[in-house]
């Protein structure tokens, strides 16, 4: 597979290495009351979905970005790269 | 007694004999392809070598026989069609050994009881050692498989020379030390085992329903009450899902979320060999283990490509690596032929081992999480998912095999690689 | 015409070399060919007809095609280490000195015996095995299988390593041809003159497809010459590559082709250090499936005899290598396609006894005598044909003779790779063949006979269009060429698929699988398309069904009576033709099957007689042998007792080394750790435990704090790279907007221990005088930058593995050679002992630090002892999920030590805890033993492991089961800290 890179453009999915879910940037507030239930689901529960998948990849070979990828389960098709950071941000993480 | 062949009659030599003088016009179909009825005790979603099973051991074990194995496709279409063959019973954790064991143990019955040869052949399988950490670690294991009534060898670095000398003991980047060996371990004909469940299955009256495929649940008030098929609604008073790697598309119709991710696992075979490895082989320090089956091709697989798909084909990188651990284990396969990779999808789960459970919705059962070793538990998890839709109990040997245990903190990590599936 | 005398088929003409002669033997009979022929071209000029022997019934076989599908003559190449099991003789290019040898036959392939088979065929029909060879049960392995394994298999493997070494490569273009038959080759003259990077791939070591096996004109040229022409246009181009002998195999994502380039296949022996076969990963932007079709055969009683072929092959050994296959030929066909082959043969002065057209209406080009209506229904000739019998249309019966019979029964165009990615083909009912459906990977288009466009115009237009097509997409304007007159003859086809009769029809001819397996499988309900190729193996051969699978499926439609397409295909998966497994490999194999790390020591380390060991990629110093000491433990006991005395030196550079700085670097490593790290002074260094988010124990190691913003973490050697990239993932995924950034040093600074009571000795003759290090100013856990031998910048940390007063010290990477030559000249006169990972090893049991072995994925830090160093005060990965229940338990497992209570009995990690009254088995596992030593302070073997409750059980004596290696002994529960547990001597 071929991931475009936002920043270094095409690059063989070889050079990065896969985590899963992109869901995995929501992590739990620490104090929320139902902490446990939270990080349970967030831990161990996915979507796997059949078709569009948004899901983290780190170009471990590379230059270190963590990427969220749009990619289709069936099709292997991708639609999207976005720095995980940006996505991150955009879903209010901060510090 | 009930005995397998009701429908297509005993399977025998003589049978074959007689067959063969009178122009083979005596065999009957392996199983009936019946319309669905209204309703039935039991629904198991999926053909293929789980469902198959379960409705064998329903059946035959369990006196249930109004049940029906709905199937999207053709039967045995699935993992237990393309797999490596591979039976073994050498894990680890209590949570798994002795359900591996009584798989084991069931193979070494199955063809007597289904009346099929499935070719179960107790060749061996030999995991390789390399480091001393892996001896500490195999050494560990080896106990707990004879702790729970297993059978386990652990080989000096001669004994497996002499066992396997076409192995790389000369120039290996990582030489073998040693090796864990199972004895009991082998390899099975995969395809046979689908066909001869339903075989079996069938003859006992369980309606075996080819291109039928759930498109829903009917579920009220938190109870199952059937599925929705392409072929209209079939009632049920249970329903059982074994649907491997459509476990997450299947389950989601009953509005659940699993500790389940699909991901694509490749698997290889050479062309047509004179026999050559005996048994089964793993690599210890690569991903590659092999195994030749009884037609002459070399059977052989390696790590799942890693990315979640549902696609059912991989792509060249881990081609490429399982074969450099091919190289790297036993050069001399470098001049056989690669004649066909093949991808399925695994119901890899949160850690690495398999659930099968009751659901928060009445009536509704689940049986999956094989990650790439599903094919070997066939007969236990048929037998275990069984017992269970048959006495609203788990089997003895699979107590652990909770929904729950992600919550409560109880996994069963055999490799230790925590919650990321790809890495199980 | 043929030689007579000496049994030499050779014709005139054909794109042979008649300068260049060669020798080759088979089975052991020396014979003689040209250069340009093939395996196959050549013994069929030499006469040669037997080639094989079947799978199962070892029905003697013969050459069916001139191609890539050969089911038949399948041969075993080269000898010794260099044999090559299962090749095709229509594809291996025959060179001086080949040796061939026919495979699956005993004792001779003329005599075979294993030939019983076929008498006993009715008793070996589709799936039999299935149903017998079940009693008794132990009898499958020791009797029934041996005698099955032994029987199948094709060729055999010499058990020798491959002597031959591969090569992988990488290729990027704007447009990928598969194929240069007379679609790719206009396909690629278009693309090439637009500009535009063109990769051109074929199979053969000669472009042109079918134009070498035809006598069809390309404009005024003949068509083999046109090709020539254009193949030495495009590889005079500098942004074409035109590869001969390379298969396409495989069609992956993203636009991505893996490819095999056979580059010595065709020599006696390769040029020293040059690559037997090349894999190519093909990144293309655009691609063309060029790739021909496969001419299917027709299915009568005993159609499999040695001398019965595809018509086109027949035709193709005319015309391209000058071979009649023999003197006397007829032809059997349901196509006009099949009349060129009477055409050509008569041309050529081969006598052809009947053309056999099944249709009514056959034309009839005076070739020959044409049987219109007509179908052969049976065959004679024990080691190679000798007549056909023939079914005239007004039903009446007469043999015919003929050494050769070429068959049509149409074409299949080459859709495989349109369907590597789950596509299916869709079926065309004009040619009575699949064609490439409308979903295949993307960017893949086809075009000539690939895509069902038979003729030679046709071909050589659709070409060049598909090639603008496909530029156009990328932005790349290319010009459609006028291109030569060539045939265009419209497809003329009636199906048909089998010639029904009593005899054995074949179907997949090299697995025997005739159509009545089609008919039992159908008849037991093996109708899927699948079951049908599982239950008779159909299909399932080397060849992958390329000349049996649509009529296999056609037969079983015809049966169930449903349309073909209803019926379906199996699933083409890579490679489209079998491909030696060592060209996947490439160069990674033996010691060079993954790259080596070296420690910056390491050469020193082997000009003192090191013991090496592999620890990940890396390879370490196990122990360093002196004179007299022949067993490992010897110098491993000495290493130990030297550095506890005195002091000892070890290369821990493999250690990771992570910088972390930024003003947040304290708040998040403060969430990277389980415990606390924020208020860490500068100049202190702190033992930091790392939860995953599961709560189980990732990683543990020290992190020295070197500034306000600047920490230096240290992870174990085997979890460097996982660590660092969760610290990534935490950084730019969980908090983006920490002022923190990271970055690996492992490979920047060499580290070593020094460790021993006169550590502090050693290291004070090489640091810089302005540094201090005495207890007081650089207490135990303290860390700093510093020089040392007059400069040289360093960092110092006083940590401990082993227990003893210890340091480790720093230097950048490329002076750790000259530092270790420096510390061990410091400390001579303290007999500065070097030890190695055996060693630190039981250093660390002794002291009961956790290591690879207990931090195995499974534990937590409470059963590591460990448990109050999760904070609850804070967020940090792991703490949350860690408090669950089952991690949590009162009964957990907990690191302890064990002593044998028997000093002579050795502890074995890996032992099985039981308690003295149980019973051994699983139910009543008390836990297990992770590591073991034997401890020269102590003199006695220990162990550390995990026991249930083990905090509250120091004294019990339990057993350690090792049943595995039949050894058992009762060792007593001890604190895991055998040696100095107070720890004094790490803070003296």
Known sequence: MIIHHPLLGPRDSAEFTYLGDANLIDRPDWQDKKAADKFYEYQYLRNNPAGEHQELWYHEAGDRSWLVVTRNTVTHEITKVELARDVARARGRSK | ?424 | MSDAMTGLNRLDGGLIDRSAELNFRFDGKSLEGYGGDTLASALLANGVRLMGRSFKYHRPRGVLSAGAEEPNAIVALREGAFTEPNTRATTAELFDGLVARSQNRWPSLAFDAMAVNDIMSDFLTAGFYYKTFMWPAKFWEKIYEPIIRHAAGLGALSGMSDPDCYDKGFLHCDLLIIGAGPAGLAAALTAGRSGARVIIADEDFLPGGRLNAETIAVGDAAGAEWAAQVAAELASMPNVRLMTRTTVIGAFDHGIYGAVERVTDHLATAPDGTARQVLWRIYSKRSILCAGSIERPIAFANNDRPGIMQAGALRAYANRWAVAAASEVAVFTNNDDGHRTASDLAAKGVKVTAIIDTRADAPDHGDAEVLAGACVTDSRGRLGLSKIKVRSADGSQRWIKCGALGVSGGWNPNVHLTCHQRGRPVWNEAIAAFVPGAVGPVGLSSAGAASGMFSTAAALTGGAVAAVNALGEIGIKAKAMAMPEAEDAPVSITAFWHVTGKGRAWLDQQNDVTVKDVKLAHQENFQSVEHLKRYTTLGMATDQGKTSNIAGLAVMAEIAGKTIPEVGTTIYRPPYTPTAIGAFGGRSRDETFRPVRLTPSHKWASEQGAVFVEVGMWMRAQWFPQAGETEWRQSVDREVLATRRSVGVCDVTTLGKIDVQGADAATFLNRIYCNGFAKLPVGKTRYGLMLREDGIVMDDGTTARLGETQFVMTTTTANAVGVFRHMEFARQCLWPDLDVQIISTTEAWAQFAVAGPNSRKVLEKIVDPAFDISNDAFPFMACGEITVCGGLRARLFRISFSGELAYEIAVPTRYGDALIRRLMEAGEEFDITPYGMEALGVMRIEKGHAAGNELNGTTTALNLGLGRMVSKTKDSIGSILSEREGLTRDDALIQVGFKPVDPNDPVVAGSHLMNIDDPANAAHDQGYITSAAYSPCLESSIGIGFLENGATRKGEIIRAMNPVEGSEIMVEVVSAHFVDPEGERLRA
């Open chain 2, 1 to 424: 007694m009930r005995v397998t062949g009701k429908n297509s009659g005993r399977y025998s030599g003589l049978r074959v004999i007689k067959e063969a003088l009178t122009g083979h016009r005596g065999w009957k179909p392996a199983w009936r392809d019946p319309e669905p009825q209204k309703e039935y005790d039991i629904i198991i979603v999926g053909g293929g070598g789980h469902g198959l099973a379960t409705a064998h051991y329903l059946a035959s074990k369990f006196n249930i026989t109004s049940v029906a194995v709905i199937e999207k496709g053709w039967i045995g279409g699935g993992n237990v069609g393309r797999n490596t063959t591979i039976i073994r019973s050498n894990y680890l954790l209590d949570g798994n050994e002795p359900f591996y064991e009584f798989s084991l143990k069931l193979w070494e019955g199955l063809e007597q009881d289904v009346n099929y040869n499935a070719m179960v052949s107790q060749r061996g399988i030999l995991n390789l050692i390399h480091t001393d950490g892996q001896r500490d670690a195999y050494r560990r294991r080896g106990n707990a498989m004879l702790l729970n009534g297993a059978d386990a060898e652990l080989l000096s670095a001669e004994q497996v020379r002499a066992e396997c000398p076409f192995l790389n003991f000369d120039n290996n980047r990582f030489p073998i030390k040693g090796g864990l060996a199972q004895r009991r371990g082998g390899t099975v004909r995969h395809d046979a085992v689908a066909w001869g469940y339903a075989r079996s299955a069938d003859s006992f009256g369980v309606d075996i329903i080819q291109n039928c495929e759930a498109t829903g649940f009917r579920i009220k008030n938190g109870k199952c009450s059937g599925v929705e098929t392409s072929k209209g609604f079939i009632g049920a008073k249970k329903v059982g899902v074994a649907v491997a790697g459509n476990s997450g598309k299947v389950m989601s119709m009953a509005g659940m979320r699993l500790p389940i991710e699909s991901h694509v696992l490749q698997a290889f075979v050479s062309e047509g060999l004179k026999p050559i490895i005996p048994g089964v082989v793993t690599f210890g320090a690569g991903h590659f283990y092999v195994s030749q089956s009884d037609k002459g091709g070399l059977v052989f697989g390696g790590d799942i490509d890693g990315y979640n798909s549902y696609a059912q084909r991989g792509n060249l990188p881990v081609v490429e690596d399982v074969c450099e651990g091919g190289m790297a284990l036993m050069p001399m396969i470098g001049r056989a032929r690669l004649l066909r990779m093949w991808g399925g999808i695994m119901d890899m789960s949160m850690d690495g081992s398999p659930i099968i459970d009751k659901t928060g919705i009445e009536g509704l059962y689940f049986n999956g999480g094989w990650c790439y070793g599903g094919f070997k538990a066939t007969p236990g998890s048929g037998w275990v998912f069984a017992h269970l839709l048959a006495n609203d109990e788990p089997h003895q040997t699979a107590t652990e095999l909770r929904f729950d245990r992600f919550q409560r903190g109880y996994m069963i990590d055999e490799k230790g690689s925590g919650a990321q599936p790809n890495l199980h």
